[in-house]
Structures are given as C-alpha cells and as structure tokens.
C-alpha cells in the first residue's frame, strides 16, 4: 500500500515517501497500513516484494484511464479497430550506482520497450529490459488481437516475427530495409496526387526469407511533400 502510495504521489525516493506517511499515524489504520511505517520496512519491501504486483497495478491503472478518456478524445480515424505505435528508448545509468544495468564497458543503461495508443495518447504496455536487447525481441511478448493496427520502424523488421502478427489476423505497417528484395506479384491503381507513387502486391525473395513469410505482402511507396 505505502509503495503504491508512492508512484502515484509521485514519490522520488523513499524518505521522501516516509514523510507524507509519517505525518498522520493516526490514519494508518484507516489507510491499510500497519501500525509502524520506517524506512527500513519500505527498502526491505522495495528489495524483497514481487515487482509484478506493482506491474499489475499500473495495468490496471492503465485499463481504467483508458476507459475514461475514449469518449472524450477528439483525434479519430476511418478504420475500425485500435491503432498502436511500437518503440523503444535507452535511459542511460551511472554504472557505479546501478551495476546491474551493464550495456557498455564503461556505461549502463536500461531499455523500455512501449505500446503507445494513438487514440488516447496512452500507454498500453510498457516492458523494460537491459540496454543491449535488441528491439525486435520485444515483439515475442506482445500479444496482438485481431483487427488491430500495429505501427513500427524497420529496426523491427523480421519476417518471422512479422508473419506472426500476419497470422493472429492483425495489421502491421513498417518501413522496409535498404536491402528488401522482392519481386512483384502485381500492381494497383494509385491516386499520385495523394502521395502514393506505387502499390504492389509482392513475394519475398529468397528460400529463407521466404520460408520465414511464405504469403504475399503489400507494398507501398509514399511521398509526403510536406515531410
């Protein structure tokens, strides 16, 4: 209870979340904490208790904002289903104070992979690793529903991991590789002053490649004279 007191309060360390508790013992009973509250219960609790339950709390957290803010947003699109946006960022650490945290000889750092919803501007999931994990691993946790759209960049091209999204009946949208080799199946009609330079239907190239998606794909390519 104190340490979920503390994120949502927006507590900076652990003194600084025995303040505000250690101010009002009389309401400790009322609260749900127990009768004494030190520092020492909060590091031991910090160190020893399960991190998934402060996970789960924030997913459900997570669940309820949601919930509340997908009726007063004023940002929609004409396609049925949640469109997300996948990425990650490296938070760099002092090695000295977080040894755990090795990414560099001389350097520490920690990587937290995200599922931003475009529609509320919220997080939907959040994973943190250490910093040498590469990004496309963080597509073997993600559980993809059907209908959905899921938007990434091409450090996130892997054509196993992509064809997974392809079989759970989701949608995916990346930008190929300097190196993409293809060949054509077919080619749409394409309005130009729209941007769209091409479209195709193609087939991967390659007995690995295509081993790895064996279906076809959809290519295009795009022109946005503003960008």
């Known amino acids: 209870m104190c340490m979920m007191?503390?994120?949502?309060?927006g507590r900076e360390s652990l003194r600084d979340l025995l303040i505000p508790?250690?101010?009002h013992p009389n309401k400790y009973y009322h609260l749900g904490f127990r009768k004494n509250v030190s520092c020492t219960n909060?590091?031991?609790?910090?160190?020893?208790r399960d991190c998934s339950i402060y996970?789960?709390?924030a997913y459900e957290m997570i669940a309820i904002a949601r919930s509340c803010i997908i009726d007063?947003?004023?940002?929609?699109?004409?396609?049925?289903?949640?469109?997300?946006?996948?990425d990650s960022t490296t938070i760099d650490l002092c090695l000295n104070v977080f040894w755990w945290a090795s990414f560099k000889k001389a350097k520490g750092a920690i990587k937290i992979h995200t599922l931003y919803d475009v529609t509320?501007?919220?997080?939907a999931f959040v994973h943190i690793t250490e910093g040498d994990v590469h990004d496309v691993n963080a597509l073997n946790i993600l559980t993809y529903e059907a209908g959905w759209f899921y938007i990434m960049d091409k450090a996130y091209v892997d054509f196993k991991r992509l064809f997974a999204i392809h079989l759970s009946k989701a949608y995916y949208v990346t930008r190929a590789k300097d190196n993409f080799s293809f060949r054509g199946i077919s080619s749409l009609k394409t309005d130009k002053v729209k941007g769209i330079i091409c479209e195709q239907m193609i087939k991967l190239n390659g007995i690995k490649?295509?081993?790895?998606?064996?279906?076809?794909l959809r290519r295009i390519k795009y022109f946005d004279q503003e960008q």
């Open 5 to 9: 007191f503390g994120q949502l309060s």
């Open 21 to 23: 508790i250690s101010a």
């Open 42 to 48: 909060l590091a031991l609790a910090n160190e020893q």
């Open 55 to 57: 996970e789960s709390f």
């Open 72 to 86: 007063e947003t004023d940002f929609t699109l004409a396609i049925t289903g949640n469109v997300y946006v996948f």
């Open 120 to 123: 509320t501007s919220i997080h």
């Open 209 to 216: 490649s295509s081993a790895k998606y064996p279906e076809i």
